[in-house]
């Protein structure tokens, strides 16, 4: 039972190195605590038991595939420091599971997720309630610093 505790948390510290040190991540990270915040605290969308489960699978398929990424651009870099064409190849094919994997769910949030009602209604939401959209707008360069600098380092 130990061991299988102490896996849990070597997994946990590897999603947390991964979104510390990875900008792609914190980038799909953020715009799924967006989404999320949307689909679970206003009503705008309208979205099924299945679509929900089709949005999780797809959201967990490029987090899981961005994590892998990571591991084999940290393993090539552990066995070699020079430029050979099978790292290159490694790191490439796994950056483009990456993409595949990401441009699918781009594609399928936007079929489920494409309902010009509920922009509708966040346009009138926003319209309403203005100080909402300032706060909209503060949280996103927070967010793009946290994107783009990644979680300060402790001294």
Known sequence: MK?????????????LWCLK?????????SLCVYMYAYLLCYDFFVVSKTQWAIILLVNALVFSLEIVNTAVEKAVDMVTVEKHPLAKISKDAAAGAVLVSAIFAVVIGIVILYQPQAFSA???????????????????VVTFAFVLKGIPAKK
């Open 21 to 29: 040190n990875e900008r792609n991540m914190r980038a799909h990270f």
């Open 3 to 15: 061991g299988l505790l102490k896996s849990f948390v070597y997994a946990g510290n590897g999603i």
């Open 122 to 140: 966040m346009f009138q939401y926003y319209k309403e309630n203005i100080y909402m959209l300032f706060i909209l707008a503060a949280s996103l």
